[in-house]
């Protein structure tokens, strides 16, 4: 586990308040949980910023680290942040790690992307909206993809935790740009989580998507895969581990 230091010198994202913990009791939507809390001693209805099952994570009982929201306007007063697994944190509010692979590509700290930089986020070129457009000095441009993952198993990393027909459109649109040859595109698997080693689709919940990630691959699509180090304090990029689109869990 990284040092203070470490976590720093890694780009800590912040957290823009303490993080509070409450019980996790039920999911009644996508975007919704219901959480005990021991301060207000009251339920409170909690934001969900991960539409994923999270079956394996969200169980009666649970502890949730939940942050309070800044707009008064907001129907809910709470952001769930982590969900404790195992005695760690998993994070479950996919808008972090979107916003760290921004600050970590704007100081160019990702090794694999170290001849580009960031030219913009949410860029739409062809069909779709991309999250980075990067350029390298010789003008040549890379489309980056970048996509959560919450769930492990026996240390790999499954993509995605459901059905997820837009992320395999994702794919296979970045595919064909690829090999169209007028630009190149990567795709940036963000752990959500400590404890995984290696990253592969989730065949047996979308098995299109991991036969998308797979043509992706043979065409060039690039690869990636980082850790995040979670916190008290904010999220971190970890380490790099690889991609196998082909690994079989069976």
Sequence with gaps: MMTGDEMKQNLLLNFPD?????????????????????????????????????????????????????????????TAVYVEWNGKFVSINTT?????????????????????????????????????????????????EVKSVTMGKDGIGLFPDAVTKRGTKHVTELTSIVKDGSIKGAILFIVQREDVSIVTGATSIDPDFSQSLQDAEKAGVLLLSYTCVLSEEGIALGNSIPVDPYLSLS
């Excluded at 910023?49 to 800044?70: C, F, N, Q, W």
């Excluded at 921004?102 to 090794?111: A, T």
């Design 18 to 78: 303490e993080l509070i913990e409450m019980t996790f009791l039920e999911r009644p939507n996508r975007f919704i949980l219901h959480c005990f809390s021991n301060e207000t001693k009251e339920i409170e209805r909690v934001h969900l910023a991960d539409p994923g099952r999270l079956i394996e994570l969200l169980r009666e009982g649970s502890t949730i680290y939940v942050l309070p929201s800044k707009n008064p306007n907001r129907k809910t007063k709470w």
């Design 96 to 144: 972090y790690p979107n916003k760290l692979v921004e600050l970590v590509l704007k100081q160019n700290k990702i090794k694999e992307l170290a001849f580009y930089h960031w030219v913009k986020s949410e860029y739409t070129y062809g069909h779709s909206r991309w999250d980075f457009l990067l350029e390298n000095e010789l003008g040549e441009q890379l489309l980056l």
